[in-house]
């Protein structure tokens, strides 16, 4: 990692004394515009790499729910979460700031999710609204019985036949 930053800053740092000088207006906006949006590809990029969890404020995939794996608060600093999301295939580490609604929420979430047996959900994950209610922590509701097979009784459905008096 730390090669290939300094191979693209020398290569960076020699088109841009080597090109800009010789060049017209409209091609030094186009050179400093490709520098910006490279600069931007390699931070976020550097952060995609860490090993340290993500600020859930860094964050530009979207999705609507994502399983907690773990979560881990310490208290007046950070609440760190591992997240397993639909759309990826490896979960992830997040970092979120610290806040004591939070903290409790998925505290509860974690000890309900516990007594019944359940996965600890956490919905709109990466939603940077300007709600300010903390992200929501629940226990994954129970899920649905698995269909009935009528089948083998000869018709699509019952009928209920009233017994003779």
Known sequence: MILSAILFALLLGAFIFLVLPKTR????????????ILIGL?????????SRPKPMRLEWRGAKEAKVLA???VEAQAIYVWL???DAPEPRAYVLPWSTKTAQALQDA???GQATGRDVRMSKPFNPGLD????????????AT??????????DTLVYQRPAD
């Open 25 to 36: 207006g409209w091609r030094r906006a186009a050179s400093v515009a490709t520098f910006l």
């Open 42 to 50: 390699v931070y976020g990029g550097s952060v995609e790499l860490l």
């Open 71 to 73: 979560a881990t608060m």
């Open 84 to 86: 397993e999301t639909a």
């Open 110 to 112: 974690m000890q309900k």
């Open 132 to 143: 300010d209610r903390e992200p929501k922590f629940y226990a994954a509701p129970q899920p």
């Open 146 to 155: 698995p269909a009935k097979n009528y089948a083998g009784t000869g018709t």
